[in-house]
């Protein structure tokens, strides 16, 4: 059964689903095909901590294959030679086979990343589909400019694929990220070697299996199982890949930066990590305002970059808002995610939990007050209680790492500009959050934080047209909008001379 946050109960139940895994080889050049090694890696059910499948584990070996098929996608297939159109009408094919398997891809998505199946199917998934539409229309409109040269001179520019993308996903949002970074480029004409995180690898590959029923050409679209240091390193380090799309840890966003520097100088997108702080003014809405805070921090079980972790509250209705935090994470319920009652599920994976607990622990020995949670949740799996922390201070670790999991830090506050100057007090810059019926009081607020999105009396709220990335070590490089299609496009300027024209 599920289990309310007061006990030690299992919340995984009696009787476990688990969905059928059809897809657990490499996809290289349009076929599924075991490692070069025939090395395997085991992928878990978080409910249990059990071997749920074994995925074949790429290396650099099986990266170089992948690399060559991209390669050749690239410079002799019809991918990048199609109209935009034409790619277009293939992505909207492949939203199409999403939204017809949704029910499958989302039960991967649950009994490998511990997600919600509710959520996976009605949120995760759509966005997906909407994802590719976006981008499929966007395919057909990509076009250079014409140029006002000096005299005896015509100009225009180009817009072309940028070549093979290597990109390297996280564990929290299998499905959204795979998209973020494969339709824009996919709209563009480029090729990927996709790397899904070792951690959640069975949407991706099913994923593959869609585009090829799409009709999108073989070494257009590889997947590569694999570990960081070995294939992410591999993408990042390859001569023949164009650019990389990271979305990670600052600490491994380092790595290819450099490791990118060191071979081909290709370019780096890197959407890294978050310590985000939400900002609630005296005269916000009391229950407006924690339920924003709420899911804020808790959305994913903390598994989000952009997560609200950092809540500062001005001193007028702290007390209120604290009370109203603490009911509302006394009342979650933890447990088995394919259950529609469940609102939290379990943490991916044993190193994350045990991560979360040194966290809390660590906030305990700073001297933070723990004023809920703090405990595992049942005896199998890595379920952790919703914990709020209170009397945290700025230079507490809890409040200054990126913990990334069901923790949130308990601020207050007196004046605006204390506000300001403490929600930049930070080595991150991914996002943050203002909620105030004050225009002026948001206008400046939202102007003053350095950080990539600001959300105005709501959080976490993202469409396909707004832009996402970060400001400092939160990385560089956007998702969503036509920015994100921009950064898989070299412009090329061609001039030529005009001779004996009558006019200029």
């Known amino acids: 059964m599920a289990s309310h946050c007061d006990g030690d109960s299992n919340p995984t139940g009696s009787s476990l689903k688990i969905p059928e895994i059809k897809f657990t080889k490499l996809f290289i050049n349009g076929e599924f095909v075991d490692s070069v090694s025939g090395k395997t890696l085991d992928t878990f059910d978080p409910r249990t901590g059990e071997v749920i499948a074994k995925v074949s584990l790429g290396d650099a070996e099986d990266v170089d294959l992948a690399v060559k ?55 995760d998934i759509a966005t997906a589909s909407r994802t590719l539409r976006y981008y499929a229309g966007a395919a057909d409109k990509i076009h250079g400019t014409v140029l006002k040269l000096s005299k005896g001179l015509q100009g225009y520019t180009l817009k072309e694929p ?31 070697i996709l790397k899904p995180a070792e951690q959640t690898p069975l ?18 679209l590889n997947v590569v199982n694999g570990y960081g240091c070995t294939t992410g390193a591999a993408i990042s380090s390859h001569m023949d890949i164009d650019k990389v799309t990271f979305t990670g840890s600052t600490e491994v966003g380092r790595k290819i930066m450099m490791a990118a520097a060191a071979s ?14 939400l900002l609630i003014f005296d005269d916000a809405d009391i229950d407006q305002a924690a339920d924003i805070a709420f899911r804020g921090m808790f959305f994913n079980k903390g598994e989000i970059c952009v997560a609200s972790s950092r809540v500062f509250v001005q001193e007028g209705i702290y007390e209120k808002l604290e009370k109203k935090l603490v009911e509302k994470a006394k009342a979650t319920v933890v447990g088995d995610p394919f259950d529609p009652k469940v609102h939290q599920g379990p943490q991916t994976d044993k190193k994350q939990f045990e991560k979360i607990l040194s966290y809390i622990k ?3 020995t ?33 409040a200054k790492e990126e913990i990334f999991g069901p923790v949130l830090c308990l601020m207050k506050f007196k004046t605006m500009e204390e506000g300001i100057k403490r929600a930049n007090n930070t080595t991150y810059g991914l996002a943050a959050g203002i909620i105030t019926t004050n225009l002026n009081v948001a206008n400046t607020v939202s102007r003053l934080i350095r950080a990539g999105v600001i959300w105005i009396n709501c959080y976490t709220v993202f469409d396909m047209d707004c832009p996402y990335g970060e400001y400092k070590m939160s990385g560089f490089g956007r ?8 950064q898989y496009l070299q412009v090329k300027s061609v001039v030529t001379p005009v001779l004996n024209s009558p006019w200029y």
């Open 69 to 123: 098929a991209a390669r050749h996608a690239f410079d002799h297939g019809p991918w990048p030679r199609m109209s935009g159109s034409e790619r277009g009408m293939i992505m909207m094919k492949f939203a199409d086979l999403i939204q017809e398997n949704s029910e499958e891809i989302a039960a991967l998505d649950t009994v490998n990343g511990g997600k919600l199946f509710i959520f996976c199917k009605l949120i």
């Open 162 to 192: 940028i070549g093979v993308v290597g990109s390297i996903i996280p564990w929290n949002f299998p499905t959204a990220m795979f998209f973020m970074k494969t339709a824009p480029a996919l709209a563009a004409g480029c090729t990927i």
């Open 203 to 220: 949407s991706a590959l099913y994923y593959a299996h869609l585009a090829k029923l799409a009709g999108i050409p073989d070494g257009v």
């Open 264 to 277: 081909n100088l290709k370019p780096v997108s890197l959407e890294l990590g978050g310590k985000s702080p």
């Open 362 to 364: 660590k906030g305990k």
């Open 366 to 398: 700073e001297g933070a007050t723990l004023l809920t949670g703090g405990n595992r949740v049942g005896q199998k799996g890595f379920y952790i209680e919703p914990t709020i922390f209170a009397d945290v201070k700025d230079d507490m670790t809890i």
């Open 479 to 486: 998702d969503f909008g036509l920015e994100a299609l921009n």
